[in-house]
Antibody, heavy 126, light 106 residues
Framework: QVQLQESGPGLVKPSQTLSLTCTVS??????????WSWIRQPAGKGPEWIGR???????NYNPSLQSRVIISVDTSKNQYSLKLSSVTAADTAVYYC??????????????????WGKGTTVTVSS | EIMMTQSPDTLSVSPGERATLSCRAS??????LAWYQQKRGQAPKLLIF???TRATGIPPRFSGSGSGTEFTLTISSLQSEDFALYFC?????????FGQGTKVEI
C-alpha cells in the first residue's frame, strides 16, 4: 500500500525559501502511470494545488505560484521536493504531497489525486 | 481558473440520517470531478472520482452524481466515522481547483 510522507522545516522566515520533501513508500515513483503533486491548505480555507512533477522531471505549476515554485524528483531516493521562494505570511499553510493517477480520455491526459500524505504545517514568521 | 463552490458550509445531521452535499463549478468540468474526505490530522482520502465512481475500499453508502457544473455527494446513512470535512475538486481544466469544503457535524 503506497504511503507518502512530507518532511521539512515547520518554520520559515519571510523572504526565505520553503523546502519540503515527500518520501514515497510502497510504490515506485518511476511508474509511468503516475505524477506527483504538491497541494497546500491555509487554515480555514480550501486546498490550493501548487504543481506536479512526472517521473522524468516534467513539471506543471499553478500560474498563481509559477514564478516562485520549483518541484523536482529524485527517483533514486523515491522522493520528490518542493521549493517555494520569497515566502510571506500568506504562504503559511498545511502542505500536502499526493500521487496523481494519470489517464487518457478524449484526446488528452487528465490527473486526479488518489493518495495523500498527512500533511506538514509550515509557518512563515520572523 | 474554474471556481468550485460547495454548499452548505456546515451540515448538521444525526447518525443514521442521509447527508447531501453540493458542489458547483463556474463552468463545465464534464465528469472530471473528485470528492475527498478530510479528518483532522489525517491524510485526505479520495472517495469518488469521475463524478460517480467510488474509490477502492469506499463503502457503498457514499455515492456521487452530476456532470457539467452541478454535482452531489450523498452519504445514505451517516456513521460516526463519517463526521468530517468534505471537499470537491475539478480536474477537467488546468489548474485543478478545489471547493472550500463542507463540514458534516453531529
Amino acid at each position: 500500500q503506497v504511503q507518502l510522507q512530507e518532511s521539512g522545516p515547520g518554520l520559515v522566515k519571510p523572504s526565505q525559501t520553503l523546502s519540503l520533501t515527500c518520501t514515497v513508500s510502497g510504490d515506485s515513483i518511476s511508474s509511468d502511470s503516475y505524477s506527483w503533486s504538491w497541494i497546500r491548505q491555509p487554515a480555514g480555507k480550501g486546498p490550493e494545488w501548487i504543481g506536479r512533477v512526472s517521473p522524468i522531471g516534467s513539471t506543471n505549476y499553478n500560474p498563481s505560484l509559477q514564478s516562485r515554485v520549483i518541484i523536482s524528483v529524485d527517483t533514486s531516493k523515491n522522493q520528490y521536493s518542493l521549493k517555494l521562494s520569497s515566502v510571506t505570511a500568506a504562504d503559511t499553510a498545511v502542505y500536502y504531497c499526493a500521487r496523481d493517477i494519470k489517464f487518457w480520455s478524449a484526446g488528452d491526459y487528465y490527473y486526479y489525486m488518489d493518495v495523500w500524505g498527512k500533511g506538514t504545517t509550515v509557518t512563515v514568521s520572523s | 481558473e474554474i471556481m468550485m463552490t460547495q454548499s452548505p458550509d456546515t451540515l448538521s445531521v444525526s447518525p443514521g440520517e442521509r447527508a447531501t452535499l453540493s458542489c458547483r463549478a463556474s463552468q463545465s468540468v464534464s465528469s472530471n470531478l473528485a470528492w475527498y474526505q478530510q479528518k483532522r490530522g489525517q491524510a485526505p482520502k479520495l472517495l469518488i472520482f469521475g463524478a460517480s465512481t467510488r474509490a477502492t475500499g469506499i463503502p457503498p453508502r457514499f455515492s456521487g452524481s452530476g456532470s457539467g457544473t452541478e454535482f452531489t455527494l450523498t452519504i445514505s446513512s451517516l456513521q460516526s466515522e463519517d463526521f468530517a470535512l468534505y471537499f470537491c475538486q475539478q480536474y477537467d481544466n488546468w489548474p485543478p481547483t478545489f471547493g472550500q469544503g463542507t463540514k458534516v457535524e453531529i
